[in-house]
């Protein structure tokens, strides 16, 4: 089963690329309905921007940690080399970092 390192991490990875899209284009369904107030001119304020990033954000957070939580004790559980876990680990922290910038660009930038 060790051998396999790299099929396994590519099924990770690729599981959690789904993930991280859909809960952009969620996300963006989310903002997209926020911003359909006409008695704000189609606008959020910035706070509301801010809300907006850190409610979207934040359960994304937790949900991505639990998802490396369950990629690491998977993992370790299968006695993986090292360097395989924490190019897996780097790879779900990159899919984060790249949610984390396309939300910020489109609630606080506006795109």
């Known amino acids: 089963m060790n051998r396999f390192h790299k099929i ?5 990875f690729g599981i959690n690329l789904c ?3 859909v809960s952009t284009k969620i996300a963006e ?11 704000k001119g189609y606008m959020l304020t910035e706070a509301e921007e801010f809300m907006l990033f850190l409610v979207i954000s934040i359960p994304m957070l937790l949900i991505q940690l639990l998802f490396l939580l369950f990629v690491f004790i998977y ?3 299968k006695l993986y080399k090292k360097s395989s876990i924490i190019l897996n680990l780097v790879a779900h922290a990159l ?3 790249w949610f984390v910038f396309s939300l910020y660009q489109f609630t606080v930038n506006g795109y």
């Open 8 to 12: 396994t991490g590519f099924l990770f």
């Open 19 to 21: 993930f991280i899209w």
């Open 29 to 39: 369904i989310v903002v997209a309905l926020s911003r359909l107030d006409e008695s």
């Open 75 to 77: 993992l370790k559980k």
């Open 95 to 97: 899919l984060f970092s």
